[in-house]
Protein backbone atom coordinates (compact mmCIF):
# COMPACT_ATOMS: atom_id res chain seq x y z
CA UNK A 1 0.00 0.00 0.00
CA UNK A 2 1.12 3.52 -1.13
CA UNK A 3 2.27 5.88 2.00
CA UNK A 4 0.90 8.97 1.79
CA UNK A 5 2.57 12.13 2.98
CA UNK A 6 1.59 15.70 3.50
CA UNK A 7 3.39 18.51 0.94
CA UNK A 8 4.74 20.68 3.87
CA UNK A 9 7.22 17.43 4.65
CA UNK A 10 7.69 15.44 1.48
CA UNK A 11 10.92 17.13 0.54
CA UNK A 12 12.95 16.90 3.70
CA UNK A 13 11.62 13.01 3.37
CA UNK A 14 12.74 12.44 -0.04
CA UNK A 15 16.38 14.45 0.62
CA UNK A 16 16.80 11.40 2.97
CA UNK A 17 15.42 8.05 0.40
CA UNK A 18 18.84 6.40 -0.64
CA UNK A 19 16.97 4.48 -3.78
CA UNK A 20 15.71 7.59 -5.47
CA UNK A 21 19.55 8.11 -6.34
CA UNK A 22 19.01 4.91 -8.12
CA UNK A 23 16.06 5.97 -10.50
CA UNK A 24 16.93 6.93 -13.57
CA UNK A 25 16.44 10.41 -14.80
CA UNK A 26 14.95 11.69 -18.01
CA UNK A 27 15.54 14.85 -20.14
CA UNK A 28 12.81 17.24 -19.98
CA UNK A 29 13.74 19.32 -22.49
CA UNK A 30 16.93 20.16 -24.71
CA UNK A 31 18.23 22.86 -26.71
CA UNK A 32 21.21 23.59 -28.11
CA UNK A 33 22.78 25.54 -25.40
CA UNK A 34 20.95 23.92 -22.47
CA UNK A 35 19.10 21.03 -21.20
CA UNK A 36 16.45 20.13 -18.25
CA UNK A 37 16.91 16.68 -16.65
CA UNK A 38 14.12 15.88 -14.30
CA UNK A 39 14.19 13.18 -11.59
CA UNK A 40 12.56 10.03 -13.40
CA UNK A 41 9.98 9.91 -10.06
CA UNK A 42 8.03 11.80 -9.01
CA UNK A 43 5.73 13.56 -6.20
CA UNK A 44 2.25 13.09 -6.87
CA UNK A 45 -0.68 15.27 -5.75
CA UNK A 46 -4.20 13.81 -6.11
CA UNK A 47 -6.00 16.53 -5.14
CA UNK A 48 -4.80 18.73 -7.70
CA UNK A 49 -3.87 16.09 -10.39
CA UNK A 50 -0.56 17.42 -10.62
CA UNK A 51 3.04 15.55 -9.87
CA UNK A 52 6.04 17.65 -9.09
CA UNK A 53 9.47 16.41 -10.17
CA UNK A 54 13.06 17.85 -9.23
CA UNK A 55 14.94 18.91 -11.80
CA UNK A 56 18.48 20.20 -13.14
CA UNK A 57 19.28 23.12 -15.47
CA UNK A 58 22.10 22.21 -17.69
CA UNK A 59 24.41 24.62 -19.65
CA UNK A 60 26.40 23.44 -22.81
CA UNK A 61 30.04 23.87 -22.02
CA UNK A 62 32.41 24.23 -25.35
CA UNK A 63 35.44 23.44 -23.42
CA UNK A 64 33.93 20.81 -21.74
CA UNK A 65 32.04 19.56 -24.32
CA UNK A 66 28.76 18.46 -22.49
CA UNK A 67 26.03 20.49 -20.47
CA UNK A 68 26.82 21.22 -16.64
CA UNK A 69 24.58 21.77 -13.96
CA UNK A 70 23.64 25.26 -13.21
CA UNK A 71 20.88 25.19 -11.17
CA UNK A 72 18.08 23.35 -9.23
CA UNK A 73 14.19 23.46 -11.34
CA UNK A 74 11.16 22.33 -9.60
CA UNK A 75 8.90 20.91 -12.52
CA UNK A 76 4.56 21.03 -12.55
CA UNK A 77 2.98 18.44 -14.95
CA UNK A 78 -0.49 17.67 -15.10
CA UNK A 79 -1.17 14.16 -14.33
CA UNK A 80 -0.59 11.75 -17.33
CA UNK A 81 2.12 13.99 -19.11
CA UNK A 82 5.03 12.36 -20.44
CA UNK A 83 9.08 13.24 -19.98
CA UNK A 84 8.80 15.65 -22.19
CA UNK A 85 5.61 17.70 -21.41
CA UNK A 86 5.27 19.88 -18.53
CA UNK A 87 2.88 22.91 -17.66
CA UNK A 88 5.81 24.74 -15.48
CA UNK A 89 8.95 25.22 -13.82
CA UNK A 90 10.87 27.17 -11.97
CA UNK A 91 14.01 27.71 -9.69
CA UNK A 92 12.34 26.91 -6.19
CA UNK A 93 11.56 24.05 -3.65
CA UNK A 94 7.72 22.26 -4.22
CA UNK A 95 5.68 24.41 -1.89
CA UNK A 96 7.14 28.41 -3.28
CA UNK A 97 6.78 26.36 -6.93
CA UNK A 98 3.16 25.06 -6.42
CA UNK A 99 2.22 28.14 -4.59
CA UNK A 100 3.20 30.47 -7.37
CA UNK A 101 1.93 28.48 -10.35
CA UNK A 102 -1.23 28.77 -8.64
CA UNK A 103 -1.06 32.56 -8.42
CA UNK A 104 -1.57 32.46 -5.10
CA UNK A 105 -5.12 30.89 -5.03
CA UNK A 106 -4.45 28.23 -2.60
CA UNK A 107 -2.60 29.71 1.24
CA UNK A 108 0.55 27.71 2.13
CA UNK A 109 -0.85 26.74 4.63
CA UNK A 110 -3.42 24.44 3.06
CA UNK A 111 -1.05 23.02 0.09
CA UNK A 112 1.63 22.08 3.17
CA UNK A 113 -1.16 20.23 4.32
CA UNK A 114 -2.05 18.54 0.87
CA UNK A 115 -1.49 14.73 0.78
CA UNK A 116 0.57 13.37 -1.58
CA UNK A 117 2.56 10.41 -2.91
CA UNK A 118 6.00 9.33 -3.97
CA UNK A 119 6.14 7.89 -7.16
CA UNK A 120 8.31 5.46 -8.85
CA UNK A 121 8.99 4.99 -12.90
CA UNK A 122 7.24 1.61 -14.04
CA UNK A 123 8.98 -1.35 -12.77
CA UNK A 124 11.08 0.45 -9.96
CA UNK A 125 10.80 -0.80 -6.21
CA UNK A 126 8.11 1.62 -4.24
CA UNK A 127 9.58 4.09 -2.98
CA UNK A 128 10.20 3.71 1.23
CA UNK A 129 11.50 6.08 4.28
Not at 1 to 11: D, H, N, P, Q, S
Not at 45 to 63: K, M, R, S, T, V
Not at 86 to 109: P, R, V
Amino acid sequence: MEKAYRLGEVEEILSEMEQLAEVPDDIMESGEDYQIVISGWHVHIPELGLNLHEGIFCNYDGEEGGYLPDFAVTVVKEEGQTEEEWIYYEQDGFLITLANYLHGKTDLGNLEQLFCFIRMPDGSQQAEE
